[in-house]
């Protein structure tokens, strides 16, 4: 979603809602959404990946997803990380 939100809007555009509802409203409808099954794998896959609570590396876990998942953040990850740094991620978090 957020490579949606780095295309739709500008940092002045997003400055300009003052009420995250209001931003939510004008997104959300035009935003492209994945299958619920396909999110939900998505989803877990991220906390997982992300989560605060991970106590124990699972390297296989949802390894049929992490590929397509890595195409996803990739443009995320370059615009916050940079070329070399969101690579090297993806590479390291099998996401590649």
Same mark, same amino acid.
């Not at 400055?15 to 396909?38: G, I, K, S």
């Not at 991970?54 to 953040?73: E, N």
């Given at each position: 979603?957020?490579i949606?939100?780095?295309? =739709?809007?500008? !940092?002045?555009?997003? !400055?300009?809602?003052?009420?995250?509802?209001?931003?939510?409203? &004008?997104?959300?409808?035009?935003? +492209?959404?994945l &299958?619920p =099954?396909?999110?939900g +794998?998505?989803?877990?896959?991220?906390? =997982?990946?992300?989560g605060a609570?991970?106590l124990?590396p699972?390297? =296989?876990?949802?390894?049929?997803r992490?590929?397509?998942?890595?195409?996803?953040l990739?443009?995320?990850?370059?615009?916050?990380?940079? &070329?070399? +740094?969101?690579? &090297?991620?993806?590479?390291?978090?099998?996401?590649l």
């Amino acid at each position: 979603m957020m490579i949606q939100v780095f295309h =739709r809007y500008n !940092a002045r555009q997003m !400055a300009n809602f003052t009420v995250y509802a209001d931003f939510v409203m &004008d997104f959300y409808p035009r935003a +492209e959404q994945l &299958d619920p =099954r396909l999110l939900g +794998e998505y989803s877990s896959l991220l906390q =997982r990946t992300f989560g605060a609570s991970v106590l124990q590396p699972l390297p =296989r876990y949802l390894f049929w997803r992490k590929a397509a998942l890595g195409q996803y953040l990739k443009p995320t990850l370059i615009l916050l990380m940079g &070329d070399v +740094e969101a690579q &090297d991620w993806l590479v390291q978090n099998s996401m590649l």
